[in-house]
């Protein structure tokens, strides 16, 4: 038998509203509606899909103040993150929004209306009173803290839900189950007792060893239930996670296991997380729930002092154990010991042995510069898994950006560096010279600083696209605004390799250059705001190289952009 819901009751909003279900969709297309944001979305799903349960909407002030104040619902029920509706004070007066009125919750991604909010009342928080009750320190090291601040609009919304539709997924859809199908599926498995594990990384050989003693010495089959909805800034991209997680399943033996995923939005809450958790889970028909070290740990604070005790999450969740009715398995971190090639909880390591360990820190290391990560870590299949979205260097992409004035020779080093990586292979290289992007993406603009800021963020955009894409950009505009420079570095620098390269030819030679005779006009005045001339150029002030081709010929500045790229892994040995 599955657990017994938190309340008593799955509050599966979709069964209940299933009768009334044509006649809600119908009113919604006549009421006043938002536009969900990504957290509101996730925090929805969960709430009429009865994972939240006993919740029947967003919290009341009432209750808001009441899970602040004593981790409880203000009918005494233990819930200890606060759900609410946050929404900015104009749209409210915008949409003309009371007490008792009704209002349509779209989703934003396809504008489907997913359920219908009938509000009870509106409050305005104190933002420090909440950072502080919920995570300890009114702090934006702490994620949710951070959140709160840039985010959270300022009136709260409470009201109870009425369910239309659940959200469309697109991803992973049969491995998503909501409270009623997992309980089915414990049913038709004769699954009665089941531990949960929650997780937000990778898993590796550690966290199968981890599960599978759970579920022995509980007697108990595996739920692996990995959040796929908002996790921890920074945190490695749910698609490849989901992945590791199907390469790990076939590890545990035949029905052991299973795999479901859970659309939540976490806050990175600890030991109120910790408790939030296993409520869920609990409503997902679990009867255990593993709580290992700094279970939903937010990291560092602004101090440098880790936000809670390593265990100050399992105390919290087990001094609710009686109330949770969920059977808390408390977990040490476990370690490699290489002489008897086996796994062991940190604390029943004996004095003496050897034992081994990769911190997180460590792995990425090891992904970014194609290090191996050895068997005893993990298996091959997750390995492999974690290095396509982590390709070394070698495979990534990278933007080398020419700047400097009209007839410097950028275009001469732009196209002979093209040549010198189409000979070194392994990537495609495209030339963004200005003339050609001024003809084929910026025809429309002119020369003011405005368009020419318009210019270069255009060519970032495409930079940063190449590069994400693994090719090799060499762009070659003027640029002659540092701002704007820095923010193509900025957008590019999130996918790969970022060079900029100052072509610092003497203006003097520039004109002696320039064949078009565009100087000499410009001087005439017949071409006004001309850079060099009667325009500025703001020289970088901290360019990667900065070269001249009249002191130096253009096949060694394209070795000194090629050694640059070779020092940083960006080609080389293959
Ligand atoms: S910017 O500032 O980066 O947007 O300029 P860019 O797109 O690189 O300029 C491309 C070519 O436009 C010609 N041109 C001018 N340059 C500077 N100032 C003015 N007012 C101007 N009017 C036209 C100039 O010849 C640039 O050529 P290249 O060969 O690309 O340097």
Request: hydrophobic residues 40%.
């Amino acid at each position: 038998m599955a657990n017994t819901p938190h309340g008593g009751v799955l509050k599966d909003l979709h069964t209940r509203d299933a009768p009334i279900q044509a006649q809600l969709r119908d009113e919604a297309e006549t009421l006043p509606y938002i536009s969900l944001t990504e957290r509101q979305l996730c925090d929805l799903e969960l709430i009429l899909n009865g994972a939240f349960s006993p919740l029947e909407g967003f919290l009341s002030k009432k209750d808001y103040d009441s899970v602040l104040d004593n981790m409880r619902l203000s009918d005494g029920t233990l819930w200890t993150i606060p759900i609410y509706l946050d929404l900015p004070k104009d749209t409210i007066d915008q949409l003309g929004l009371k007490v008792g009125s009704r209002l349509a919750l779209r989703d934003p991604r396809n504008d489907t209306a997913l359920a219908i909010l009938y509000i009870s009342d509106f409050y305005r928080p104190d933002k420090e009173r909440e950072a502080i009750k919920l995570y300890g320190a009114n702090d934006k090291a702490h994620p949710a803290v951070a959140y709160l601040w840039s985010h959270t609009n300022d009136t709260y919304v409470g009201g109870s839900v009425q369910a239309i539709a659940e959200p469309q997924h697109y991803d992973y859809v049969a491995a998503r189950r909501s409270p009623a199908e997992l309980r089915a599926l414990f049913k038709k498995l004769n699954w009665s007792r089941v531990v949960a594990f929650q997780t937000r990384n990778p898993m590796h050989r550690a966290h199968r060893e981890l599960t599978v003693r759970a579920a022995r010495s509980r007697h108990a089959n595996v739920l692996i239930q990995p959040v796929v909805g908002l996790t921890k800034p920074g945190d490695i991209d749910h698609f490849t996670r989901v992945r590791v997680y199907q390469a790990i399943m076939p590890k545990y033996p035949n029905g052991m296991a299973t795999l479901s995923l859970l659309p939540l939005a976490m806050r990175m809450g600890g030991p109120r997380e910790a408790v939030w958790h296993a409520i869920i889970r609990k409503n997902f028909g679990a009867t255990h729930f593993i709580v290992g070290r700094d279970h939903a740990g937010p990291g560092k604070n602004s101090l440098g002092v880790d936000f809670y005790g390593p265990y100050e999450a399992q105390d919290l969740v087990l001094k609710f154990a009686d109330e949770l009715a969920i059977e808390v398995v408390p977990f040490q971190m476990l370690t490699y010991l290489p002489d008897t090639d086996e796994y062991r909880p940190i604390d029943e390591v004996p004095d003496g042995v050897r034992t081994l360990n990769i911190s997180g820190t460590e792995l990425r290391r090891r992904l970014k510069t194609g290090a191996p990560i050895p068997e005893w870590f993990s298996y091959p299949e997750v390995v492999r898994i974690l290095r396509e979205a982590n390709p070394p260097r070698i495979k990534q992409g990278f933007t080398v950006f020419l700047t400097g004035l009209h007839a410097s020779g950028k275009d001469a080093i732009a196209r002979a560096l093209q040549v010198s990586l189409n000979q070194e292979g392994g990537r495609s290289t495209t030339l963004l010279l200005g003339e050609t992007i001024r003809q084929e993406l910026s025809s429309e603009l002119g020369f003011t600083k405005r368009e020419r800021d318009i210019n270069i963020s255009r060519i970032g955009f495409v930079a940063g696209e190449l590069t994400r894409a693994g090719a090799a950009c060499i762009a070659a505009p003027i640029a002659p605004y540092e701002d704007a420079r820095n923010k193509v570095r900025d957008t590019v620098s999130r996918w790969g390799g970022f060079y900029l390269v100052h072509v610092a030819t003497p203006l003097e030679q520039c004109i002696k250059n320039d064949r078009s005779g565009v100087y000499k006009r410009a001087q005439a005045g017949e071409i006004k705001g001309f850079t060099g001339i009667d325009d500025v150029y703001e020289e970088p002030s901290n360019p990667d190289l900065r070269v001249d081709p009249t002191v130096t010929p253009v096949s060694q500045i394209v070795h000194e952009i090629v050694l640059l790229l070779e020092r940083d892994g960006y080609i080389g040995e293959r």
